[in-house]
């Protein structure tokens, strides 16, 4: 891997081992500004695509997998170089890493947004290298960007509501809405409001909430914590944490490496653009380079 050093008793096994309508896609903000409900309507039928055919994941099957995937970078800024890491199914792996390292970058390889230059992407055992990124969230896969990238002109429920626009998704769609707002209750007092009249931490609900109102298998969410109040931050992490014992797969990066080594199985730890650590998320909490480098010792 690069280099990279195994921290406790691995379990990787490299053998073995959008992102809705627009808004999920990380446009949001530019498409949104002007648009009416009824072109956002019609948008929804344009871009549909018909649910895949999957059959559930076994639990602690390896669910995503990276092979020294590299991503090419502008000058100045920094890639990712040969990235390989293993996501098995039912669990919560957490990347953390100091601003810059690359991690984000990462993220959105793996959900489409940005094409790799080297190695392998595959999920639940399917190449996804030239996948669309309007089809990964039929497959199962959604991505919360950084800052949520929300439909600011459109209500609560509307975004919830733009979640799930594949046609498969529709039947059940109000049921699954009462499910994800009682996950995050003040999205129920709001529903009527405008998404950009909502706080930082209401939004980052939201945004996770618009991801998982199609049941996908696996949830990528990008710093959901970033410039919010450490009572917030613990409800986020409370909501993670039931997620996953409702059998969603979790890959979290976060700049709180504390709380996310704690709610993590597994952790990674990226530093100028490669996994220079990776190992079991609580024996990572006790190691003295990490302690050292996040979380603040």
């Not at 895949?52 to 995503?64: F, I």
Request: charged share 20%; with cysteine.
């Amino acid at each position: 891997m690069h280099g990279a050093r195994l921290c406790g008793e691995s379990l990787v096994d490299l053998e073995q081992v959008e992102v809705g309508v627009l808004g999920l896609l990380g446009l949001a903000d530019q498409a949104v500004a002007g648009a009416d409900r009824a072109s956002l309507s019609a948008l929804m039928v344009g871009r549909s695509i018909a649910p895949s055919k999957r059959t559930p994941q076994v639990p602690g099957a390896p669910m995503l997998v990276l092979d020294r995937v590299s991503v090419a970078a502008p000058a100045g800024q920094v890639g990712v170089q040969e990235a390989s890491l293993v996501v098995h199914a039912g669990e919560v792996v957490a990347i953390v890493g100091a601003n810059g390292a690359g991690k984000s970058t990462l993220l959105s390889c793996i959900a489409g947004l940005v094409r790799p230059s080297a190695g392998q992407i595959r999920f639940r055992g399917e190449d996804i290298l030239r996948r669309p990124a309007h089809r990964l969230p039929g497959d199962g896969l959604a991505l919360v960007p950084e800052g949520g990238r929300l439909f600011p002109f459109l209500s609560v429920r509307e975004n919830l509501q733009l979640g799930a626009y594949a046609p498969g998704a529709r039947p059940g769609l109000v049921a699954r809405m009462a499910e994800v707002m009682a996950i995050f209750p003040v999205l129920q007092e709001r529903g009527d409001q405008m998404a950009g009249k909502l706080s930082g931490g209401q939004k980052q609900m939201l945004a996770v909430s618009r991801a998982i109102v199609e049941p996908r298998e696996l949830l990528i969410v990008d710093e959901p914590s970033k410039g919010l109040a450490p009572a917030i931050i613990n409800n986020m992490i409370d909501a993670f944490a039931e997620l996953k014992a409702q059998g969603v797969t979790i890959l979290l990066v976060e700049q709180n490496a504390n709380r996310a080594l704690q709610l993590a199985d597994r952790g990674y730890v990226m530093e100028s653009g490669l996994i220079s650590m990776f190992g079991d998320a609580k024996v990572m909490l006790n190691d003295p380079k990490v302690r050292a480098a996040y979380l603040g010792e």
